[in-house]
């Protein structure tokens, strides 16, 4: 693949130092941070920054447009500020990221390529095929030596054991050596279910520019203005979330409601996940809203938690668990991925149609329909682990291996058999109905777990428990579930049901 115009036209292939150049550091679009990784070290007078825009990335899947365009547009502004600051910048166009970096690499009489650790074991590998070195990544707060030292202490891996000790190890929300508010966890003053005739805070726009316009050209989509594509624009994110939503975010960060699509939710992942955003500015700034006074320590609590304990342990988990640990199929799941996931036009269920068509029109929702819909209904029904995996990581903005994998394959479908989460995820319709205004409007009563109105999830979280019985029997954690099992009256009805809503889901039908 050759080089591009529009990127001649941005002045990023202008290379006119090969003879001084002593480094290549590499900067992939996920280390986005001027601050952090290989750039922390950089010389502008003897180092070429080199970005690769991998043709086998765009092209290797069929991405959700708004999540390319992101991903693109991201690093091809944040390629522009490092030249603009005077650095030596080589982006390009490749058909794979180690053909680019060898390209460049034979213009700069093969000085050595340098990154800070990748953050999936198939790009570390792919680098180290063309021996590039790498530093220790500094994207997080838990070295990967310091978490893989607690996991392999641990008997179960309990994040809220994980948590409290980030807590103090961060010095996060302490007063001494005791947790902010006296509790550790606000859990019941959280989980309520979504408001009534409540005010949302108005969506955070962001403006496009010349590059955006370009990006969304290529890529034949007209752009949204939903997700930033710079630091401004993640900083303005932050700022927006901390002034508008922090000090709302615990009560109502499970519920899920029809008018409006993040609720208090702080829409950061992206910006976390492409490096715009460092964790350590996220905490920074909800430490300093709490220490006002105005954000109640339920809210801080809750969020600080989602930051320093499940966005690291998720990334620990994955590296400490290995690169075999997505294949994992405990549960024998072999269904293919059901139609509606891809069109959900046709499916009466209202909480999965308004889920889908949120995740179409911006490739995003938040954790409780990732995992109480999405994740619930690939479980229940037995769908493939990897084939449901894989829809996951093509669809969501923020997705990205290390915390699709362990979000998906332990927490979300339970086909680790435990190893990650004690039990599955399992609900019928009652907890939705519950943490959601979806039923209402539903062809299906949440109630009902037979007959032509049973809400497919309430039929179907039966008919799993029924098909794991002997599996579950052995899990204490289960015992509750299964006893109610033993007791349903109408349980050869109820599979007939299932049945018919397998079959049902299978046709697109449901
Ligand atoms: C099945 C499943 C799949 C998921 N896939 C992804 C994914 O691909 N990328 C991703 O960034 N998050 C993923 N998550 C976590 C979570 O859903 C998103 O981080 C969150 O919805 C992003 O929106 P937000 O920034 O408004 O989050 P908020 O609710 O405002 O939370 C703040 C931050 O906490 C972090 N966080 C919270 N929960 C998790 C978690 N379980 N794992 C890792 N980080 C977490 C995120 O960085 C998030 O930005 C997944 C969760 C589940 C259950
Ligand atoms: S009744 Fe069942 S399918 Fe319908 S919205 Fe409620 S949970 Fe979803």
Not at 175 to 193: I, M, S, T, V, Y
């Amino acid at each position: 693949m050759g080089r591009n115009s529009c990127l001649l036209k941005l002045g990023l292939l202008a290379v006119s130092k090969a003879q001084l150049v002593q480094r290549i550091l590499y900067i992939p679009f996920d280390q986005l941070h001027r601050n952090y990784g290989v750039l922390k070290g950089a010389d502008k007078a003897t180092d070429v920054i080199a970005m690769i825009e991998s043709q086998a990335m765009v092209t290797g899947a069929d991405w959700h447009p708004e999540r390319l365009f992101f991903l693109i547009s991201s690093a091809r502004h944040f390629a522009k500020d490092l030249q603009a600051e005077g650095f030596t910048v080589d982006y390009r166009k490749a058909a794979d990221t180690p053909t680019g970096l060898q390209e460049i690499q034979k213009e700069h009489k093969d000085a050595p390529i340098i990154c800070a650790e990748q953050s999936s074991f198939r790009l570390t590998e792919k680098l180290r095929t063309i021996n590039a070195e790498f530093i220790p990544t500094d994207f997080f707060l838990t070295p990967r030596e310091l978490f893989a030292s607690w996991a392999g202490s641990q008997k179960s891996y309990l994040m809220e054991n994980f948590y409290r000790k980030q807590r103090v190890r961060l010095n996060i929300l302490m007063d001494g050596d005791q947790p902010a508010g006296g509790a550790w966890n606000f859990d019941k003053d959280n989980r309520l279910p979504p408001p009534k005739n409540y005010n949302w805070p108005a969506y955070l726009e962001h403006s496009r520019d010349e590059i955006d316009t370009e990006v969304a050209k290529e890529l034949n989509m007209s752009h949204t203005t939903t997700w930033a594509t710079t630091r401004k624009g993640a900083l303005a994110q932050l700022d927006y979330f901390i002034t508008h939503h922090f000090a709302h975010f615990g009560p109502y960060e499970d519920a899920m409601a029809l008018d409006s699509w993040s609720l208090h939710h702080s829409l950061l992942s992206p910006y976390m996940n492409n490096g715009l955003l460092h964790p350590a500015e996220v905490i920074q700034a909800a430490e300093k809203a709490f220490k006002t006074g105005k954000v109640p320590v339920e809210s801080a609590e809750a969020f600080v938690r989602q930051i320093i304990g499940w966005r690291e342990y998720v990334n620990g988990m994955y590296w400490f668990l290995g690169p075999e640990y997505r294949n994992n199929n405990q549960l024998q799941a072999s269904r293919k991925l059901l139609p509606l996931f891809d069109d959900p036009s046709k499916t009466q269920m209202n909480c999965i149609k308004s889920t889908v068509t949120d995740i179409n029109d911006r490739a995003w929702v938040h954790h409780i329909p990732r995992l109480m819909l999405l994740s619930n209904l690939a479980l229940v029904t037995g769908t493939n682990p990897q084939e449901f995996l894989e829809w996951m990581r093509r669809v969501f903005i923020d997705a990205t291996d290390w915390v699709m994998v362990p979000n998906i394959i332990g927490m979300g479908v339970h086909a680790d058999g435990g190893l990650m989460m004690t039990k599955p995820y399992a609900a019928g319709g009652a907890y939705i109905s519950r943490m959601s205004n979806y039923c209402k409007g539903c062809a299906y009563n949440p109630k009902l777990r037979t007959g032509d109105s049973a809400c497919p999830f309430t039929t179907l979280y039966w008919d799993f428990l029924d098909r794991h019985k002997e599996t579950f029997a052995k899990n204490h954690r289960m015992s509750q579930q299964v006893f109610g099992l033993n007791r349903l009256s109408d349980l050869p009805e109820l599979k007939e049901r299932a049945q018919e809503v397998l079959e049902g889901l299978e046709k697109g039908l449901v």
